[in-house]
């Protein structure tokens, strides 16, 4: 993820207020978003897809949604980088399995009590993610990858590594806590 | 919030497992009719979405997008603009485009009178064509029975009245052309030659070839050269020296008249 995107004063403009000069059209304040988080969606598009050129088309619906339709992120609610994270997963993972149901990307809404108002902040953000990522277990932590990565149901999963269905289920929602207490201030 | 889901039928690991899609169909759906009426699971819905997200930035290895990925989406979004500012354009010139579809309504009327009449005409010069045809195709008949080599030449008359000459004469103004058919005419002797003439409507006759008659009593002549658009009003034969005359000598042997 590139994160140094700044203005042409070499001040980092807060995500918030590209947001809004965004929703007013605004095509430079777009071009600095996409340079600070284009990185962040194609790598998550690529993890999912695994196809280079299909992370390409990822990256452009979802900045393309991201101009039309900028008023879907609510930044006093939480961080762009998350949220825009989840849309690219959401989305790719819909373009992987297109026959299955999922929730619609469209309708994700997320709340954090992280602020990340600087590249700093964000650096330590995802430092203390990959901290608490280190620490847990291989086996937690593949089977959170299986379904946000792989698309992967809790059957299929549990039928993959062979464990009960609780048993994924546990370990899945352990590690989502695991992230969210560590980022808590 | 746990306490809610709880008393709502709805674990937390399902509710994670719900913004994952990681749940099959029929769950899915339960759960998701759940989360639109319960305000405390669509907080957790959201909060989840907060881990997923945080999630996602420590994982996935990190990698740049080729550089015209963003020179694409720009451009894009930049025709798109440009297109949006062009409403107002297109706003004003309502006039102009109602015009344009009138002409082109008429146009279109115009071309399909254009075309129900030229399939009406070539309807006609079809039908025309055909009955051309089919007369030429008689016409070739005929021809090629007269001028059959095997063609038998025959002149029937009253069974008991005596065989008496007959001649038919075919002829064309424009052309200048004539064809004629006899029977029944005597061999004539030595230095003497049947000749035709045609009976102007003015004028004295006009030479219009010499014949005989052959071993059957019949006779052929095809004349050409006679004057051009010269009205008729008969053809006569007469018998003439061998070598012709400038005009009859003898009454005519045989007359007869356009009626």
């Known amino acids: ?13 807060d995500d918030s207020v590209l947001v809004a000069r965004t929703r007013r059209r605004d095509q430079d304040a777009f071009a600095l978003l996409y340079d600070r988080y284009s990185r962040l969606v194609y790598s998550i ?10 992370a390409e088309d990822i990256l452009h619906d979802v900045f393309l949604q991201l101009w039309q339709s900028p008023e879907r992120f609510d930044s006093a609610r939480g ?21 299955r149901e999922t929730v619609d990307p469209a309708e994700t809404v997320l709340i954090s009590s992280v602020d990340i ?9 995802v430092d203390r993610v990959r901290e608490v990522l280190r620490t847990m277990p291989d086996a937690q932590r593949n089977v959170v990858e299986m379904a946000f990565f792989d698309g992967k149901t809790h059957a299929e999963i549990a039928a993959a590594i062979q464990e009960p269905l609780g048993t994924v289920k546990t370990r899945i929602r352990s590690a989502l806590m695991a992230i969210r207490k560590a980022l808590q201030p | 919030m746990t306490n809610d889901v709880h008393s709502h039928d709805v674990n937390p690991e399902d509710l994670t497992l719900y913004v994952l899609g990681a749940l099959d169909g029929s769950e899915l759906a339960r759960i998701g009719k759940h989360v639109e009426g319960c305000s405390s699971c669509r907080m957790e819905v959201q909060k989840i979405n907060a881990d997923l997200g945080a999630f996602a930035m420590a994982s996935a290895p990190s990698s740049a997008p080729p550089s015209r990925a963003r020179e694409r989406l720009l451009t894009e979004i930049a025709r798109a603009r440009m297109q949006q500012s062009g409403v107002r354009v297109r706003g004003w010139s309502f006039e102009l485009r109602a015009a344009i579809a009138i002409i082109l309504l008429v146009a279109v009327v115009f071309q399909w009178r254009n075309v129900a009449t030229l399939r009406r005409e070539n309807a006609e010069l079809k039908h025309q064509l055909a009955q051309e045809q089919k007369a030429s195709a008689q016409a070739r008949m005929i021809a090629d029975t007269i001028m059959a080599p095997d063609a038998m030449k025959l002149t029937l008359v009253a069974a008991k009245a005596p065989s008496q000459p007959v001649a038919r004469v075919f002829c064309s103004e424009k052309k200048g052309r004539v064809f ?5 005419l005597a061999p004539l002797g030595p230095g003497k030659t049947y000749e ?17 008659a052959d071993d059957g009593w019949n006779a052929q002549m095809l004349h050409e050269g006679l004057p051009a658009g010269m009205e008729a009003k008969g053809f006569a034969v007469t018998i003439e020296p061998e070598q012709g005359s400038a ?9 007869g008249t356009v009626s």
């Open chain 1, 1 to 13: 993820m590139d994160s140094s995107a700044s203005s042409p004063m070499g001040m980092r403009e």
């Open chain 1, 45 to 54: 598009a690529l993890r999912v897809m695994r196809s280079a050129t299909a």
């Open chain 1, 79 to 99: 961080n762009l980088p998350s949220w825009i994270a989840v849309i690219a997963r959401n989305r790719a993972i819909d373009r992987l399995r297109q026959q």
């Open chain 1, 117 to 125: 108002g600087s590249e700093i902040e964000l650096a330590n953000f």
């Open chain 2, 180 to 184: 004629l058919m006899a029977n029944n």
């Open chain 2, 196 to 212: 035709l003439w045609m009976l102007p409507k003015s004028g004295a006759p006009v030479p219009a070839g010499m014949f005989q």
């Open chain 2, 247 to 255: 005009a009859p000598t003898k009454p005519p042997f045989l007359i």
